[in-house]
């Protein structure tokens, strides 16, 4: 089936900095979503992508969907300490009915 | 602005129990999904469903798990004698009709709060 690689699995980093993370598959899909997840909650819609190429921004958030629509990544800039979560990548190909998820990755921000 | 419903949030079940998790989907939307999560781990899609029809149970094991999505009511999703390996957050997940003659599809997906099954 579907896999959805997504690096790195965590990160700890200076509140500050900016944050890069990426996603790639081994098929194409034609959206690509990301998403965020707080401790004992249900993932929430961050950014969606829908055209390869695609360089979409939601405040400190930025992220593209790559020209061979096998891949994207997420880039959060001057990170703050509620940024803390797990990030997923998911996609979706107009043959399927579902989102396939990426593994996450874990974000933790030093203060 | 109720935002989609999972109860109970927790739930403990002793092996060979039955585990019954519930979601009530967004206001207005009518397409409802489940998903796994196992710790330290991404979702993983179970089924998907409208009123009254499974459109896609791919992810679903095909022995103890069955989902519905009734007319009037909830979703349920029902797992039968469980056991240790379905401890792990189910979330639901729903989203909007769309609508093929747009040519859009409803990938954005609005999720629950999740149920945490813990199997004894």
């Known amino acids: 089936g579907q896999q959805l690689n997504q690096s790195p699995q965590s990160m700890f980093i200076q509140e500050g900095e900016d944050v890069s993370m990426n996603c790639t598959s081994s098929s194409i899909f034609n959206t690509w979503l990301w998403y965020k997840q707080d401790p004992g909650e249900g993932p929430v819609l961050l950014i969606a992508?829908?055209?390869?190429?695609e360089l979409t921004s939601n405040g400190r958030l930025t992220a593209q969907f790559g020209i061979t629509r096998k891949d994207s990544f997420l880039n959060i800039s001057a990170s703050i300490p509620s940024d803390v979560g797990i990030y997923f990548c998911a996609g979706h190909d107009d043959a399927g009915n579902m989102l396939t998820f990426g593994g996450g990755t874990r974000l933790m921000v030093k203060p | 602005n109720a935002g989609v419903m999972q109860n109970p949030r927790h739930l403990v079940r002793r092996r060979g129990q039955e585990a019954r998790l519930r979601c009530s989907p967004m206001k207005g939307h009518s397409h409802v999904y489940w998903y796994r999560q196992l710790p330290e781990e991404g979702l993983k899609f179970m089924v998907y469903l409208q009123k009254e029809n499974i459109i896609d149970e791919s992810g679903m094991p095909k022995e103890r798990f069955s989902a519905e999505f009734p007319k009037e009511g909830p979703s349920i999703l029902r797992i039968q004698q469980v056991v240790r390996g379905d401890s792990a957050a189910y979330f639901c997940?729903?989203?909007?009709?769309?609508?093929?003659?747009?040519?859009?599809?409803?990938?954005?997906?609005?999720f629950g709060s999740g149920t945490q099954l813990s199997v004894l």
């Open positions: 992508l829908y055209k390869a190429g």
């Open positions: 997940a729903s989203s909007p009709w769309v609508g093929q003659i747009m040519g859009a599809t409803n990938e954005k997906l609005f």
